[in-house]
């Protein structure tokens, strides 16, 4: 069982930056792939970014094509926590952020993620 708690949201202008973090709960974090997905009022949820578990002394990210070159995703194990920079944000990443975790290869498929957070809001104004 793996417990997720996303923090970071919030609401910044246009061109600005936010960074969440997902703090996850259990000693098996380093064998879950991470993915952050995200959800706007009236739409459904969508990917937009993910990282597998260590394969050798490398890790492999994948993003949407709408947050590509514009978000990072990271994770550091010690900490048991999955990490989501986003920078020169638009009114239309404004959603509910929530991060996923699942065994295996990291997918952009929803229903293949196990786990889930609560969510964070993340509101950019024009």
């Known amino acids: 069982q793996v417990q997720l708690v996303e923090s970071g949201g919030g609401l910044v202008q246009a061109g600005g930056s936010l960074r969440l973090s997902c703090a996850a709960s259990?000693?098996?974090?380093?064998?879950?792939?991470m993915g952050w997905f995200r959800q706007a009022p009236g739409k459904e949820r969508e990917f937009a970014a993910a990282?597998?578990?260590?394969?050798?002394?490398?890790?492999?990210?994948d993003y949407a094509d709408s947050v590509k070159g514009r978000f990072t995703i990271s994770r550091d194990n010690a900490e048991n926590t999955v990490y989501l920079q986003m920078s020169s944000l638009k009114p239309e990443d404004t959603a509910v952020y929530y991060c996923?975790?699942?065994?295996?290869?990291?997918?952009?498929?929803?229903?293949?993620?196990?786990?889930w957070g609560q969510g964070t809001q993340v509101t950019v104004s024009s």
């Open positions: 996923a975790a699942k065994a295996g290869w990291a997918t952009k498929n929803g229903n293949d993620y196990d786990y």
């Open positions: 259990g000693r098996t974090f380093s064998t879950y792939a």
């Open positions: 990282i597998s578990r260590r394969a050798g002394k490398t890790y492999y990210a």
